[in-house]
């Protein structure tokens, strides 16, 4: 809406009891919420049309700072090991402050869809005090019809201002800065940062609760589409080329980070894309690039030249620069957000060490394995303190986001699996013949090959040995493929040096897998990897 949107002053917002003074403007469309951002100097305008703001201090999640409320329905279903807990009247303390924070505040309003099922749909009002966190938010959940608007009942309110304050006495907080999820009611409250991912993974949050519970299996997760129908999932963490690898122009694009997989395939819980640019360039990944010179496009912590020319390469401000777009910028993108089951599971992991190889294919323990599993690696320079590389395990691929126990979300995943015959990948995009700082990053473009041969179903027919160390098969021979990049041991000019990388990781690997031991069963226990002798 445009003017129609506007709603007189002192007037509620929902049922919650958010009240301002101000002026509240509902569902503003991008060129309205442009003008605003500029107006109040919230936003610059890029030289080819898109916006540009900075998110100050934190310009990524801040995981320590978010809390889930715990109460008498939460209490037996959340993994606390994992989740924060605040206690109801803590909850609604800061919900009080909230809502006095708020009085006298212009706040901006969308209400939005979270996934692509008609029968699994969450709607989601979403009030901020910035127009462009509006836009963003805006870009990437799902946009309902005019028509829809007008009957639109929120389930989830999401309410979302970074000048907020929260007071740890008082709040039960860690800092200022806060991430209150009250699962049971679905309210979530934003304050003290203006990092607008925090909003979109709020809602991933509230799926990742009340899906399992229907049967329906939440994923951190990208997916596409092959012209024959069969479409594929990527799991991965940042960094792992979920995003980069599923933009494939032969394939179309179910979406870049969250889905779920229900009784009829699956589907995008969002409606655009949150794509990392630091080193984004047109020659390695043409589609993205083109959505940062579009308008409509939300650009995060983007350095922008004299010219106002978006400087990709430049990270003074944080490696972690994004750019946040509807999915249709993308030319190949579905129109549905929907797929049917898949056909291929991805698991990707940036290895760090050099240990894995480029491609492995699984078994079904294997790949429960890996996936409570999460591995990949941190590299030196990317983050404070972090000198060799770095092992990072997040269960299920999405920690962070997970209420719920990961063997809940691996029960579910083993099930669809085996109900469907899917295969599973494991898909090594980090370093190759040496450790980083010695090997050098796996080449797209063998990749890209190897990813094409498994999705087009030539790969299963290939040699495979089994890997000395993870147990998993890896193929020998793969046509327009290097075979030696295929087997990482051969790749180090030192293979004593990468018999004691293999001996690290693994030992990593086993040192996380304890803590789940006793909830998964005797064949996931065996697909552990267990070290051998390995031949010269």
């Known amino acids: 809406m445009s003017e129609a949107g506007k709603r007189n002053p002192d007037c509620a917002i929902d049922a919650i009891g958010l009240r301002t003074t101000g002026t509240v403007r509902y569902n503003f469309g991008a060129a309205e919420l442009y003008e605003e951002a500029i107006r109040r100097g919230e936003a610059r ?9 900075e998110t100050g201090q934190h310009t990524g999640r ?14 037996p279903h959340v993994w606390w090991d994992n989740n924060k807990a605040i206690s109801p009247a803590q909850f609604e303390a800061l919900h009080a402050d909230f809502r006095a924070h708020a009085v006298g505040r212009d706040l901006y309003v969308q209400d939005l869809i979270g996934g692509a099922d008609a029968e699994l749909q969450l709607p989601v009002r979403v009030v901020t005090e910035f127009a462009w966190h509006s ?6 959940l799902i946009r309902p019809e005019a028509a829809a608007l007008e009957r639109f009942v929120p389930e989830m309110t999401i309410i979302d201002l970074p000048s907020f304050r929260a007071d740890p006495a008082r709040h039960g907080t860690r800092g200022e800065t806060v991430i209150a999820v009250d699962l049971t009611r679905k309210i979530v ?4 940062t203006s990092y607008a991912g925090e909003m979109k993974k709020s809602v991933f949050t509230m799926l990742n609760y009340l899906l399992p519970e229907k049967g329906v299996m939440p994923m951190h997760c990208s997916a596409n589409e092959g012209p024959a129908g069969d479409a594929a999932v990527f799991f991965g963490l940042s960094g792992t080329g979920k995003t ?3 933009a494939d122009p032969s394939r179309t694009l179910i979406g870049d980070d969250e889905h779920g997989w229900g009784p009829h395939g699956i589907f995008n819980f969002e409606g655009g894309c949150y794509a990392k640019t630091i080193r984004l360039s047109a020659e390695a990944e043409p589609e993205i690039f083109a959505t940062t010179q579009r308008f409509g496009t939300v650009l995060e912590n983007v350095v922008l030249d004299a010219g106002r020319v978006p400087d990709f390469n430049d990270g003074s401000l944080t490696e972690n ?7 249709d910028f993308i030319p190949n993108a579905s129109k549905s957000g929907r797929a049917g089951h898949p056909k291929n599971i991805i698991m990707l992991t940036a290895d760090a060490f050099g240990v ?7 078994t079904p323990a294997q790949a429960m394995y890996h996936f409570l599993s999460g591995y990949t690696a941190k590299v030196a320079g990317t983050e404070k303190g972090v000198t060799e590389p770095e092992a990072t395990f997040s269960t299920c691929f999405g920690a962070p986001f997970m209420p719920r126990h990961p063997s809940e979300y691996g029960k579910l995943l083993r099930e669809l699996i085996a109900s469907h015959g899917v295969d599973c990948w494991l898909v090594n995009t980090g370093w190759t013949g040496g450790a980083y700082g010695t090997g050098r990053r796996m080449p797209i473009k063998v990749t890209r090959a190897l990813l094409g041969a498994a999705l087009d179903g030539s790969l299963n027919a290939a040699e495979f040995r089994t890997d000395a160390n993870f147990g998993f098969e890896v193929p020998v021979a793969v046509p327009g493929v290097d075979g030696a990049i295929l087997d990482p041991r051969s790749t180090w000019a030192d293979k004593a040096a990468y018999d004691r ?3 690290k990781l693994v030992n990593m690997f086993a040192v996380n897998f304890e803590k789940f031991e006793k909830y998964v069963d005797a064949a996931i226990l065996g697909a552990a990897p267990h070290l051998q002798e390995a031949a010269e």
């Open 45 to 53: 305008l890029t030289a080819h049309g898109a916006l540009v703001a």
């Open 62 to 75: 801040s995981p320590k700072d978010k809390f889930v409320v715990r109460d008498e329905a939460t209490g």
């Open 135 to 140: 836009l963003f938010i805006r870009n990437l």
């Open 189 to 192: 409250l934003i304050g003290g």
């Open 244 to 246: 980069t690898l599923s």
């Open 321 to 327: 620069t994004r750019c946040a777009y509807p999915l």
């Open 356 to 362: 894995m190889p480029p491609i492995a294919r699984l």
């Open 501 to 503: 990388q293999a001996v």
